[in-house]
């Protein structure tokens, strides 16, 4: 059987925050990711103490490090919620 893949697909170029461990907290554009939530983040940001924000550019994260990740962009849609609105 092959190993279990990350569901990122529908996340890439969106933006993301992502809650790391340490109380980290970094908001930046999805723009890779493998079988270990290893996630390559474009234009981020992390979200100091106090509301202190520093440009971090292109980082990459180690996914034993994200505890949460939360999408700031509306997902995919699309033809699904075209589909329901018939069905109230």
Not at 15 to 44: C, H, P, T
């Amino acid at each position: 059987m092959a190993p279990a893949q990350p569901e990122l697909k529908k996340y890439l170029d969106k933006k993301l925050f992502v809650q790391l461990n340490g109380s980290r907290k970094v908001i930046g554009v999805l723009r890779g990711y493998d079988v270990f939530l290893n996630i390559v983040l474009d234009d981020a940001v992390e979200e100091k103490a106090g509301g202190e924000k520093e440009r971090l550019g292109m980082v990459v994260i180690r996914g034993n490090s994200v505890v949460m990740l939360e999408a700031l962009e509306r997902i995919g849609g699309g033809d699904r919620d075209r589909g329901q609105q018939g069905h109230h």
